[in-house]
Structure formats: structure tokens, C-alpha cells
């Protein structure tokens, strides 16, 4: 089996050392891109997704409003947007954002961390507006302030219904990440639309690549498994 | 008795065949147009460009009349094969897969390409220790992406584009410091924007444009070959290039 995969890998003109280290350098982009985005629209969305739920329409509208911008229009429109509708601003290239908006990296970062924390927002809320009503009451009863209930009985059980929801968003930004290549970055898509131009072996080149995405996508769903199987234990039937 | 018939009846169309190919009264010649300069429609409605004049210069040369068809680029190789023309002079670059279905003749103009950049930017291309980190502009599996990589990979910032609009559009919006582009794609979108120049020395890549014909017609092709390389050598190429161009695009 090994060697027969071998003998295959010896005689393709395609995955010499030097395009594999380019699907290399594209993996640790698409992984460095997608964690940060990830992250950092995780800590946006907390806040946003709090006030979203909250009663006060003057807190609620202005992220509803976000939110519906960003889910409601396609990624690559928003990239776009971001990273050639900020080169034309002008007086902006002698301005010190340039220093971050000159190279594409930044730009398609902010654009995927706006648009992950929009969808982020609302899993957020929607987890906080089914906590049961009861639980609120009583902590109320117990005198809790609205911080302490937030803290102590709202956010823990939300942050377990939201888990679900959550892993799909993860997902689904590990494979949007892909449209980072039509801004020129080398991400893993971008290293295969290389060497697929440079060889013009399409399918051997986007079905490795495809490969990849699939392991990537195996490590998320194993790890929120292991993550929803501890936090939700106390929802899982006794056997 | 019917089999040799049959036999008979072939080897008479094939040698038909063959005698009709031997001689060339007119060749049909297929362009896309317009493409200009190398082909368009002159105000009155005549074909006139670069390869016109370069085309109907060999006929006369050979000595057969030339009539030129309108071909649309996408059937212009099956038309090609399917006979309503003998030959394509429309700017087809010779590649390994065309070269599968088409007999090529040699090369008879090759555009170069440029570099571009930001006028007064003192960026010297020929001085490659001095090009370390510069961001260089080119699209994607092109033969200018080919040679960046080859010559320059190592020193410089290599972003790939999809299309010449969207690298244009990133050299104007001050991310890239150069372009390296086929020139006449150059000359005619980054040049049109008075801050910037094209720098340094024009660079040939590839084997250029070649005429097209059906593998079969070798004859026709060699007289092709043997034409276009006296025109070269007496002048008349370079007249008709002159007509139409600022830089030199024979090979």
C-alpha cells in the first residue's frame, strides 16, 4: 500500500519539493487566517451578541443592522469592497492605515473577521434569548444584579446551546476562507490555482488541495465533539 | 470485384487529392477581428492592420491571391479543419496544445513585454540585488509569470492576478511596485495614466505568433516559411511594421 502510494508519488511531475512546500506556505496562511479571524470575531461578537439580545431597541437595532448588512451580502462582495474600495479613498495611502491596507493580508482579515463575528452575533443571541425564563427569575429572586446573572446563569448555558451552531460557522469560515486567493494571497486555494496554472493539471492540483480542506475540516469536527461531549454531559441521556 | 472498386475509387480521390493540394491558386486566410493594430475594419469598411498587410505581402510573394475570412476566435480552429479556410493569421501565439491540432509556421511577430511603474520611482529591473522586496505584478500561468519566477522568484514579492484589470488596478492603488505585462496590454491601460512609465529594457518570451494551417498542407506552410523569412531579410517586414508599431516585434 505504501509503496504503491510511493511509486505513485515518484512518477507525477506536480508534487516535486518545491510545490509542496508551496501547498505548505498556503496551509499556514489558510490556518493563521482563518484562527485569527476566528478569534478575533469571537471577542467582537461576545459584547455585539449580548446587546443584540437585549430588550432596549436603541442597543438592539444598531447591531441588527450589522449584522443584517454582513449576512446579507456575499464574502467575496465584502472583500472586494475592503480591499479595492480602500485603495481608492483618497489621501488613505499617505495615511498610517496604508501600512496595514498596503498588503492584502490585512484587508481580507478584516473582511472575514466582520463578517464571521455578524453570524457569530446572532448564534449568540439566539442562544441567550432561548435560556428558560425560569432560571432568570430565580436568580432574580436570589437578588443577582444584571451582571452577576449574566455571568453566573445566562452566558454558561448559552455558550452550551450556541456550541453547535458555532462549529458550523467554524466550518463554514475555514472553507470561505478560500476566496482569500482572488486577492492575490497564496492561501491553500491560491497555491493550487498556481501550480495548477503552472502545470495546467487541474484536477491533480485542486483534488490535493481538496484533500487537505477534508483533514483540516476532520480536526474541527473531532475536537468540538470532544468539546460538546463535556460541556452538554449533563443533557446526554444516562445509559 | 466490388472491394477493388472500392480500393480504386480511393486511391483515385486520394491522389485528386494530393494533385489539387500541389497547386495554389488562392489560400483563404481567417481573422478574428477586430484586433487591433494587427486587424480591423478601416473607416470604409476594407480590412487593414499589421497582419493584413504582412499576409497579403507573402501572397503576392508566392505569387497566389489571398481572400480573407471573418472568423469568429472560438470555431476558428475547427473552420480551419473543417476546410472553409486554409490558413489563420490572427495573432495565435504557438503552444504545445494547439501545435496538437494545427500546423504552425515559424514565428513572424513576437509583442514583448514590459515593465511598469510609477513614473520617477528610480526602480532599475536590469539590477536584480536592487529589486529585493519589491512587489512585482503579473497574471497567473502567463509566460511573464513564468519568467518572474524563474529570473526573479527569489528576490522579489511575487502577487498573482487573475486578470491584467485587477493588477492594473492594484499598481494604480499603490500595492505593487511594478507590472510585468505583455507591453501592448500596457501600452494601452497603464500607460494611458500620465504618472506612470514603462522601465527599463523590453523582454521576448516564448515563440511568439505563428501562421496556422491544417497539418496536411506542409507544402503550403514551407512556401509560408520560406516567404516570410525573405520579406525579413529585404525589408519589407520591417515597412510594414514601422506602418503600425513604435518597438520591434520581429522574430
Known amino acids: 500500500m505504501l509503496e504503491a502510494f510511493l511509486a505513485l508519488f515518484a512518477d507525477n511531475d506536480i508534487f516535486n519539493p518545491p510545490t509542496l512546500l508551496h501547498y505548505w506556505d498556503g496551509l499556514v496562511t489558510t490556518v493563521q487566517l482563518v484562527f485569527l479571524a476566528l478569534l478575533i470575531g469571537l471577542i467582537i461578537a461576545l459584547p455585539l451578541g449580548i446587546m443584540r439580545a437585549s430588550d432596549n431597541p436603541w442597543i438592539s437595532r444598531p447591531i441588527w443592522l450589522y449584522t443584517y448588512a454582513f449576512r446579507g451580502t456575499p464574502l467575496l462582495v465584502q472583500l472586494y469592497l475592503i480591499y479595492y474600495g480602500t485603495a481608492q479613498i483618497s489621501g488613505i495611502q499617505e495615511s498610517f492605515l496604508w501600512e496595514i491596507l498596503a498588503d492584502a493580508f490585512y484587508p481580507c482579515l478584516i473582511a472575514f473577521v466582520l463578517n464571521t463575528a455578524a453570524y457569530t452575533t446572532e448564534i449568540i443571541r439566539g442562544a441567550i434569548k432561548a435560556t428558560p425564563r425560569g432560571e432568570i427569575e430565580a436568580a432574580k429572586a436570589y437578588g443577582m444584579s444584571w451582571f452577576l446573572r449574566l455571568r453566573r446563569i445566562v452566558l454558561p448555558s448559552a455558550m452550551r446551546r450556541g456550541l453547535p451552531a458555532y462549529s458550523n460557522e467554524v466550518i463554514f469560515m475555514l472553507h470561505a476562507s478560500s476566496i482569500a486567493s482572488v486577492v492575490t494571497i497564496v492561501d491553500l486555494t491560491g497555491a493550487a490555482r498556481d501550480i495548477y496554472a503552472r502545470y495546467y493539471a487541474p484536477f491533480d492540483a485542486f483534488i490535493f488541495v481538496a484533500c487537505i480542506y477534508l483533514c483540516l475540516t476532520f480536526v474541527l469536527i473531532f475536537t468540538f465533539r470532544k468539546l460538546e461531549n463535556k460541556l452538554m454531559a449533563h443533557l446526554r441521556p444516562l445509559s | 470485384m466490388k472491394k477493388l472498386t472500392m480500393t480504386l475509387a480511393c486511391v483515385l480521390a486520394f491522389s485528386s487529392a494530393s ?45 497566389v491571391k489571398c481572400e480573407w475570412t471573418i472568423q469568429a476566435w472560438d470555431g476558428i480552429i475547427p473552420g480551419l479543419l473543417a476546410r472553409k479556410y486554409d490558413a489563420i493569421m490572427s495573432s495565435m501565439s504557438i ?36 529589486l529585493k522586496g519589491k512587489k512585482v505584478g503579473v497574471q497567473r500561468g502567463t509566460l511573464q509569470d513564468n519568467y518572474v ?103
Not at chain 2, 24 to 32: F, H, N, Q, S, T
Not at chain 2, 33 to 60: M, Q, R
Open chain 2, 19 to 63: 494533385l489539387f493540394a500541389k497547386d495554389w491558386e488562392m489560400v483563404r486566410i481567417a481573422v478574428d477581428v477586430p484586433y487591433e493594430p494587427f486587424e480591423y475594419k478601416a473607416p470604409d469598411g476594407s480590412l487593414t492592420g499589421f497582419e493584413i498587410d504582412l499576409g497579403n505581402a507573402v501572397c503576392a510573394d508566392i505569387g
Open chain 2, 95 to 130: 503552444t504545445e496544445e494547439r501545435a496538437k491540432k494545427v500546423l504552425f509556421s515559424e514565428g513572424y511577430y513576437n509583442t514583448p513585454s514590459g515593465w511598469f511603474g510609477k513614473k520617477g520611482a528610480g526602480i532599475d529591473v536590469s539590477d536584480k540585488a536592487s
Open chain 2, 149 to 251: 519566477s524563474d529570473n526573479l522568484g527569489d528576490v522579489v514579492e511575487i502577487k498573482r492576478y487573475t486578470t491584467a484589470d485587477d493588477q492594473v488596478l492594484d499598481l494604480k492603488g499603490g500595492r505593487l511596485d511594478l507590472v510585468f505585462v505583455d507591453f501592448p496590454v500596457g501600452e494601452q491601460t497603464i500607460l494611458k495614466d500620465e504618472n506612470y512609465e514603462a522601465v527599463g529594457d523590453l523582454v521576448k518570451l516564448g515563440d511568439g505568433v505563428g501562421v496556422a494551417f491544417r497539418k496536411r498542407d506542409k507544402d503550403l506552410a514551407e512556401k509560408f516559411n520560406a516567404s516570410l523569412k525573405k520579406l525579413k531579410e529585404n525589408g519589407t517586414y520591417k515597412k510594414i511594421m514601422d506602418k503600425y508599431f513604435k518597438y520591434d516585434i520581429m522574430i
